[in-house]
């Protein structure tokens, strides 16, 4: 149609979509399924980062790590009103999470073991989330393309704070050094499941990537990520958990060993380390709050009520 | 000087305790905003406790800095009213608590604000911007939990019949606190009753709420004598501090 | 010899860490008979694992005692499988979990009595009396709730639909345990599982209760992947012993 | 009447009281509450105590805390049994313990602080329930007698635990001693109180004493467990918190201060510091175990009626 012509030209010229313009139906979907996942996964994962906060061992990395988790909250807050442009109420999305439907980023079934998972988890998830994020940021709808320069902000220094916890555990005690290369080698092979499935097993990106929805394949960014981060592994002297993991001077490029794909299926459907618990601790706050919530409107309608007498 | 370096623990463990018990509430509020505010709230009491530890260990002068009073003391070293090492509860007993911590500590910090000494004049002048919010935060609860519905104002009424008990300790007063009352350091907390009583009865008015008959009141926090519960709370957040030896973080 | 002292490690990580949850219910059983009965079954599970982790200590030959191995070690340290570390639930789960439990231990012990390792064929035998007496004691249970009210039936069947998937781990066989068992020390515990099931089946039915259906099962406990349950029953389990290195108790 | 002459004679000489000998009413009340009272100090005993179960910091001692107050809880039903010869029912008496009607040792709502705690307990407060309890083994009442005889065997054992912790404590590092001094300065005087109110505020005394329900006064307890106690403290250098406590050459007994009746009668009243928390875990323990009951009851209907089928 020429409507659909119109779009793919505006876009094509590095235009934003912005809520008011038409697009197609698809694009909506496409947008609201992504960023309800984007939001979904900053809620989940204040689960298994907050499962520390009451046992930081400093002050210090216990007023940042709760920092942190806040603006997880605030992103997830801050992308469910961006959904709301798109004509959908975050009331929805919350229900779809809870039952089940929904989908999050499965790094977060993963369980947070001891201390140094805090570091990690802000190296290696939260500058995952930055490769993603990054190139988001020039999204071509306009809510979401902001939305993301300001939370890869932020992301920028969850990242620097995490590794900043790698680097100083690495330096540490032995004890201290056993933690956080078992962090690594727990976290590693998941992170890089994060940026999706092989782009063969991928085969929504091609609009995706037209629409500039998506602006570089799930494997091209899975790639940029692990060059990004050999030589900061390196850095602090710990060691990836990948006996291929070679550089390769002619792609300038550190080529890594298979991905357990499989892994990757299992979580995604629900058989992760964590997804029920995970499902289950949002389930329990939702129903737990439920009297709270119904409090608060009773009373805003009373004084609504009031007012108008 | 030791009265000193007692009542500004007494100042920092209260503030740490509460901020530990706020803590446990982040991704499991009962709706987003309130993961945020109480995430804030936390943060906020855990950086007033850091200052004020680290003053005390100063002031002690045993070469004991915030770490160290937070995560190498046991539970009887800990010089917190009980108020508020009681368990988390229901969104209504946590809210309740911080109400009656909030009206208390506003106060408080207002006259330690005016403090001769400098530097708690400084932390209390900034921490009474703080408070300020906190508690416009826990009053707007207040007043929609208690005018909400009728589950909500049974659970936040039987909330504060719970609590009540433990807002004795709050304005108890020893040698400790009438020394740096005299020196114009401190505030005695005895002084502070009657307005906090005031605004207390002026909310929960409002809020349809009854103000609990005063009975015997729990005491001891400030000599080490706490509840059970405290020493529980500290396994967990010692637990990696304790477990590491000398490590740096 | 590595692999005999991972796999004293992992029998001993089982009944230190269910022997824990057990004694969580100490004063807080649903009648003082089960007070009795579970403090009874955790004492026993609790002087197993002190006899298994001190015969660990010395084959591994670090100068780790019982003490050493249970409270200054991490979670990831933890050889355990993940049934055993889940929060007690209601009395239906723990009754389930410790039926799952102990009809795979008793089958254990009795093989291990014959073992080729005359200190660990000691353990096992004393141990293998004790267990029968468990396992009778969780399927008398099976069969009251599960075939007692309605209630019950649901409560305990929902435990096994929860716990089911936790059940694979403790058939899992690898390098370690087959090498035991190749020596005659060891069992292979893959080799359990259809006495085990075959019990469980027949119990469950004369219970009015249904075999859950095999799913993914949970697995990582035996190489320190644990649930984030684990890390916070160590906290407190480990705190006063943790808080003062190297004292004698 | 011929039959109280009867009785009393009977007790003068020695004689214990069986359940199907006749007995005044008021002997029944009296042996109902002293026995109930006991049970239930057992029962509510056990939560002070399992509070550091999960804390020891050996297996050993685990071990022997859990074996301690499992023995509580065989002491409680044991005691149950016995007031049943009275024709008084367990449920009735777990009723009136979980509505706050019924009294039980005051010395239980006090809190356990620190590992210390065990230790002091064991030794304090054992070592005071078998000054009362070695008495008790002589009481007119048979099955009270010789329930008493059982109990106070297993008692010495705990006490004898409870001081081994202690003088480990107090031979240990400055942390360990600094630990069980604090734990002695706070339960010494709530274990004095254990014998209850001082003789001239005891009125029910005279009669128990008579019928050898009681055979020594409050205070000639109190007093024999202070001479059996401060040698004790001395050999294991810990002090007691009594600034007047002086061994009187004359009586050959050690003189104490006085005791703080205000708190006595407070504790006694329900305004203890754990008297709300310890009726409300029992409680807890009660209610979430109904449906548990109700099964138990329900299998044993089927068995009957499959049986009788």
């Not at chain 1, 995952?128 to 932020?154: D, F, H, W």
């Amino acid at each position: 149609s020429a409507r659909l012509a119109e779009f793919e030209a505006r876009i094509a010229a590095g235009e934003t979509i912005e809520p008011k313009d038409w697009m197609p139906e698809r694009y909506r979907k496409q947008l609201v399924r992504m960023m309800s996942q984007h939001a979904h996964s900053e809620i989940v994962g204040m689960l298994p980062e907050g499962n520390w906060i009451t046992r930081a061992p400093s002050l210090r990395r216990k007023m940042s790590l709760i920092a942190k988790v806040q603006d997880e909250a605030g992103h997830g807050l801050y992308i469910y009103c961006g959904t709301e442009t798109l004509g959908v109420d975050r009331a929805e999305l919350v229900a779809e999470l809870l039952s089940g439907k929904a989908k999050y980023s499965s790094i977060f079934n993963y369980p947070t073991l001891t201390w140094a998972d805090i570091g990690v988890i802000g190296w290696f998830v939260d500058g995952a989330a930055i490769v993603n994020q990054t190139v988001l940021a020039k999204t071509s709808y306009g809510p979401y393309a902001r939305a993301m320069i300001r939370i890869c902000k932020e992301e920028n220094f969850h990242k620097r704070q995490g590794f900043e916890i790698v680097a100083t555990l690495a330096a540490g005690t032995p004890a201290q050094r056993e933690m956080v290369q078992d962090a690594v080698n727990r976290w590693w092979w998941p992170t890089l499941m994060m940026f999706g499935p092989s782009d063969k097993d991928s085969p929504n990106s091609g609009e995706l990537l037209r629409w500039r929805v998506k602006r570089f394949t799930n494997d091209e960014l899975r790639q940029r990520f692990v060059n990004l981060t050999v030589p900061q592994a390196q850095a602090v002297n710990v060691s990836l958990p990948d006996p291929e993991l070679r550089y390769d001077a002619a792609s300038e490029s550190w080529v890594f060993g298979q991905i357990d794909w499989d892994e990757f299926w299992r979580v995604v459907k629900g058989d992760g380390p964590c997804n029920r618990e995970r499902l289950a601790a949002r389930n329990k706050a939702h129903d737990e709050g439920a009297w709270v919530r119904a409090a608060a409107e009773a009373y805003a309608a009373k004084r609504d009520s009031r007012r108008d007498a | 000087d030791n009265a000193l370096a007692e009542y500004l623990l007494r100042l920092g463990d209260d503030r740490l305790v509460l901020g530990q018990r706020l803590a446990e509430w982040c991704g499991h509020g009962p709706i987003l905003e309130e993961d945020i505010a109480l995430a804030n709230i936390s943060l906020d009491l855990f950086g007033q406790a850091a200052l004020l530890l680290k003053l005390a260990g100063e002031t002690e002068g045993k070469g004991r800095d915030e770490d160290a009073l937070a995560f190498l003391r046991d539970a009887v070293e800990f010089r917190n009213v009980q108020l508020v090492e009681l368990p988390k509860g229901d969104f209504g007993f946590t809210i309740a608590r911080q109400f009656l911590f909030d009206a208390y500590s506003e106060l408080c910090y207002a006259e330690l604000a005016r403090s001769t000494h400098a530097e708690l004049a400084g932390i209390a002048s900034k921490a009474h911007k703080e408070i300020r919010y906190h508690l416009r935060h826990s009053t707007d609860w207040i007043l929609k939990l208690g005018d909400g519905t009728p589950e909500s104002h049974a659970r936040v009424q039987s909330a504060f019949d719970d609590l009540w008990r433990f807002t004795g300790e709050l304005f108890e007063s020893d040698d400790v606190d009438r020394a740096v009352a005299e020196q114009g350091i401190g505030v005695d907390p005895s002084t502070l009753r009657p307005r906090w009583r005031t605004r207390v009865e002026a909310v929960l008015a409002e809020a349809t709420l009854r103000v609990p008959n005063d009975g015997v009141m729990a005491s001891g926090g400030r000599r080490g004598r706490h509840t059970e519960y405290l020493g529980h709370m500290l396994a967990e957040m010692q637990s990696v501090a304790r477990a590491h030896p000398g490590a740096q973080w």
